[in-house]
């Protein structure tokens, strides 16, 4: 199975949130983070954490970190159509990014 | 404006013939990568580079081969002897280890098998 899961569909209201939740495996230190994919497109990386953290807030985007649970999620405030995209969830280990563990993704639907 | 070009976005594989996917980075990264995308999977690594003239294999390497003979260049052969080999391939970048400034991709290459 994957290191790291996520649930794969979402499906919200424009100018509701949204929040992609995802669970990781590695209690090591670590970088987790947050892509997003466009169709027919690469990754774009939004934004990462480290495990000593519990939240980091960007503009729309805000990031919470549940280090017991090895529990992340991305709440994506006032979700627009242009959101709609697949999120990916990924961690590495502090002086290993040469091994980076993704999630499966989850399609986000923004609906009108 | 830096970033990762991968060529052609579409390609096209006869059975029983190799290709090669093309991947140039100008972002004077270290470290570079290939992953391959099913539809419903995560991304799965095929070989990484952290350095010119040396790579190291992945989690699903067979039947796959690449070389890393200038920093900026990482091509990908897909070799007769991957017998799946339809998917969405994508290339990406990372200054180096230790830091957490995540990896930068490419836009992708389809291959599909006819």
């Known amino acids: 199975g994957e290191d790291v899961e996520q649930s794969l569909f979402l499906s919200v209201r424009e100018g509701d949130s949204s929040v992609i939740n995802c669970t990781y495996t590695?209690?090591?230190?670590?970088?987790l983070y947050w892509y997003k994919q466009e169709p027919g497109a690469g990754l774009q990386l939004l934004t990462y954490i480290f495990s000593n953290m519990d939240m980091k807030q960007d503009q729309r985007l805000t990031v919470l970190l549940n280090k017991k649970d090895k529990h992340l999620s991305l709440r994506i405030a006032d979700t627009q159509t242009g959101d709609s995209a697949i999120y990916f969830c990924?961690?590495?280990?502090?002086?290993?990014?040469?091994?980076?563990?993704f999630g499966a993704g989850t399609r986000l639907t923004v609906k009108p | 404006d830096g970033g990762i070009t991968q060529s052609p976005k579409y390609l096209f594989r006869k059975e029983g013939q190799n290709v090669t996917l093309s991947c140039e980075q100008n972002l004077n990264h270290d470290a570079m990568y290939w992953y391959r995308q099913d539809p419903g999977q995560g991304l799965r690594l095929i070989y990484y580079?952290?350095?010119?003239?040396?790579?190291q294999k992945g989690d699903i390497a067979e039947g796959y081969s690449v070389s890393r003979e200038k920093k900026e260049s990482f091509p990908l052969t897909v070799t007769s002897a991957q017998k799946n080999p339809t998917a969405f391939y994508l290339c990406?970048?990372?200054?180096?280890?230790?830091?957490?400034?995540?990896?930068?991709f490419g836009s992708g290459t389809r291959l599909t098998v006819v």
């Open positions: 590695d209690s090591s230190s670590t970088y």
């Open positions: 580079s952290q350095i010119v003239n040396d790579f």
């Open positions: 990924a961690e590495t280990l502090l002086y290993n990014n040469n091994d980076m563990r």
């Open positions: 990406a970048s990372s200054p180096g280890t230790g830091v957490p400034y995540g990896y930068t």
